[in-house]
């Protein structure tokens, strides 16, 4: 099983600024990576698969990068709606499908 | 797209219960889907994924053995047949799709709650 480790576990950034999350894997998972976002009381919802293709209607200040072990999604202008938890996944080999277990992003 | 799943419920350690998931707003057999679960407070944890044919399933070691996923593509609806049930399984329930080729998950449904008490 492919082990996912998100960090940090908690990240707060002011308006305006850059936030950097960091998804790893315990082995590669080529590009085959997705992002998530998740808030109070909503399912999730895709932003970035293919490590750094972002899904439809997804405001550009997310961005997705990385491939093999270690990846990266920036939100470049966190605005306030961005408070959420983001969860990785990986889907180069399953079973299971594994995600990472989050990152709670919080206005400052 | 939308995804909606019956309502979910109390159980009994042991019982079972079985959730559905109606889809609409796109090609149902085209689609792999699966079911995705959150325990209260915790993340995200793959329960089971079914092929958009049916031909195939697969589970995630926590549930094998005691869950089934199955779909219906006549009535556009996927199901999960869960038995001898345990207090962890508590959890809201997600019926997601995977993306086309890839197993991603592209959309989710609100998600329902399943709690196991006695």
């Known amino acids: 099983e492919i082990v996912m480790t998100q960090s940090p576990a908690t990240l707060s950034v002011s308006p305006g600024e850059r936030a950097t999350l960091s998804c790893r894997a315990s082995?590669?998972?080529?590009?085959?990576l997705a992002w998530y976002q998740q808030k109070p009381g909503q399912a999730p919802r895709l932003l970035v698969y293919?490590?750094?293709i972002r899904a439809n209607g997804i405001p550009a200040r997310f961005s997705g990068s990385g491939s093999g072990t270690e990846f990266t999604l920036t939100i470049s202008i966190l605005q306030s709606e961005d408070s959420a938890i983001y969860y990785c996944q990986q889907y180069n080999k399953w079973p299971p499908l594994t995600f990472g277990g989050g990152t709670k992003v919080e206005i400052k | 797209v939308q995804l909606v799943e019956s309502a979910g419920g109390v159980v009994q350690p042991g019982g079972s219960l079985r959730l559905s998931c109606a889809g609409s707003?796109?090609?149902?057999?085209?689609?792999?889907m699966h079911w995705v679960r959150q325990a209260p407070g915790k993340g995200l944890e793959w329960v089971a994924i079914i092929t958009y044919d049916g031909s195939k399933t697969f589970y995630a070691d926590s549930v094998e053995g005691r869950f089934t996923i199955s779909r219906d593509d006549s009535k556009n609806t996927l199901y999960l047949q869960m038995n001898t049930l345990r207090p962890e399984d508590a959890a809201v329930y997600y019926c997601?799709?995977?993306?086309?080729?890839?197993?991603?998950?592209?959309?989710w449904g609100q998600g329902t709650l399943v709690t196991v008490s006695s």
């Open positions: 997601a799709r995977s993306g086309m080729f890839l197993h991603y998950i592209d959309y």
């Open positions: 082995q590669t998972v080529s590009s085959n």
């Open positions: 707003g796109f090609i149902f057999n085209s689609y792999s």
């Open positions: 293919g490590a750094s």
